[in-house]
């Protein structure tokens, strides 16, 4: 069983910045990719972001590139999401979760992913 602890949510106005974490604990596997996901009010999860445990490589969704970078520190166990320019837009439930089982293309869809996290709301004022 895979742990994941979201931290670092909260409120900020448009054009601040936030930086969210996910611990990971619990079973860990050989190779897999961490993915940031949102869930804005009445709306279903998208993907946001991604990192690859072993290797590093990071994948964005349009919305957030340039504005947003994901990094994991390997020795902490845990992935990051910095978070700049925000807007109103990227008001949210923010989610982290683990895929296990991946080809050449990230996985965007939320049914991919395995484990996840509770959330942690994020709100950008206007």
């Known amino acids: 069983q895979v742990q994941l602890v979201e931290s670092g949510g909260g409120l900020v106005q448009a054009g601040g910045s936030l930086r969210l974490s996910c611990a990971v604990s619990?079973?860990?596997?050989?190779?897999?990719?961490m993915g940031w996901f949102r869930q804005p009010p009445g709306k279903e999860r998208e993907f946001v972001a991604g990192?690859?445990?072993?290797?590093?490589?990071?994948y964005y969704a349009d919305s957030v590139k340039g504005r947003f970078t994901c990094s994991r520190d390997n020795a902490k166990n845990t992935v990051y999401l910095q978070m700049n320019s925000l807007k109103p837009e990227d008001t949210a439930v923010y989610y982290c979760?683990?895929?296990?089982?991946?080809?050449?293309?990230?996985?965007?869809?939320?049914?991919?992913?395995?484990?996840w996290g509770q959330g942690t709301q994020v709100t950008v004022s206007s």
């Open positions: 979760a683990v895929d296990r089982v991946y080809g050449s293309r990230w996985d965007l869809l939320a049914s991919r992913y395995d484990y």
């Open positions: 619990g079973r860990t596997f050989s190779s897999f990719r």
């Open positions: 990192v690859s445990w072993s290797l590093g490589t990071v």
